[in-house]
T-cell receptor
C-alpha cells in the first residue's frame, strides 16, 4: 500500500531557530499533501494543503511566513517552522492523498514531535 | 465551515461492544472515514463510507446515513489493544476534516 515516510520523528530545538520536517511518499507520487498539527488529546487541525509545483494553500489563522511549505517534487513535501517558539511545540503530521479504485484515500506519516525550549 | 461532533470518551470492558457516533455539518461532503490513533502515533485508517449503510471490516463496522448527516463506528469483541482515540473525518472539497476524537478505554 501507499506509504508516507516522515522525518524526524522527534526534534528539540532552541527558541528562535528553524526546524524542517520532511514528508516523502515512498511508492507513489503524491500531487497533494496535507500538513496537520495536533495538541495533546486534541483533534488534527489542518494547517495547509501542499500541491506539487505550486504555492501551498493555508487554512485560516495559519501564518504562512511562520510555517513554510515546499512541495518541489511529486515525492517530497517539507514543512519548515521558522523562528520557533515554545508555543509551536506540538505534534505535526503529514498526509498524502491517494486515488485507489476511484476513491480518494489518505495515508499519514508517523508524525514529528516538536519541542521548542 | 466544517463541524463534526463525537463523544469525548467511552469506557468498556473486554469483549464488549462500543458504538461511537458522529454527526457532521460540512459542505461538499462525499464520504466519512474513521481513524484510530494510539498515543504518540499516527492515525491509521479503519473504515470509509461513501454511501448509506453498513460497512463491515472484521471486528469494526461503520455506518453512514447521509440524510441524517450521521455515522457511527462499531467496535465489537473489544480487546485491550483497542484502547486508543478514534476520529471520524469528513471527506469534503478533496480534503479531510476531523472530529475532536473519542478516547476509548478498555478495561479487563
Amino acid at each position: 500500500g501507499a506509504v508516507v515516510s516522515q522525518h524526524p520523528s522527534r526534534v528539540i530545538c532552541k527558541s528562535g531557530t528553524s526546524v524542517k520536517i520532511e514528508c516523502r511518499s515512498l511508492d507513489f507520487q503524491a500531487t497533494t499533501m496535507f500538513w496537520y498539527r495536533q495538541f495533546p488529546k486534541k483533534s488534527l487541525m489542518l494547517m495547509a494543503t501542499s500541491n506539487e509545483g505550486s504555492k501551498a494553500t493555508y487554512e485560516q489563522g495559519v501564518e504562512k511566513d511562520k510555517f513554510l511549505i515546499n512541495h518541489a517534487s511529486l515525492t517530497l513535501s517539507t514543512l519548515t517552522v521558522t523562528s520557533a517558539h515554545p508555543e509551536d511545540s506540538s505534534f505535526y503530521i503529514c498526509s498524502a492523498r491517494v486515488l485507489d479504485r476511484e476513491v480518494y484515500g489518505y495515508t499519514f506519516g508517523s508524525g514529528t514531535r516538536l519541542t521548542v525550549v | 465551515g466544517q463541524s463534526l461532533e463525537q463523544p469525548s470518551e467511552v469506557t468498556a470492558v473486554e469483549g464488549a461492544i462500543v458504538q461511537i457516533n458522529c454527526t457532521y455539518q460540512t459542505s461538499g461532503f462525499y464520504g466519512l472515514s474513521w481513524y484510530q490513533q494510539h498515543d504518540g502515533g499516527a492515525p491509521t485508517f479503519l473504515s470509509y463510507n461513501a454511501l448509506d449503510g453498513l460497512e463491515e471490516t472484521g471486528r469494526f463496522s461503520s455506518f453512514l446515513s447521509r440524510s441524517d448527516s450521521y455515522g457511527y463506528l462499531l467496535l465489537q469483541e473489544l480487546q485491550m489493544k483497542d484502547s486508543a482515540s478514534y476520529f471520524c473525518a469528513a471527506h469534503n472539497d478533496y480534503k479531510l476534516s476531523f472530529g475532536a476524537g473519542t478516547t476509548v478505554t478498555v478495561r479487563a
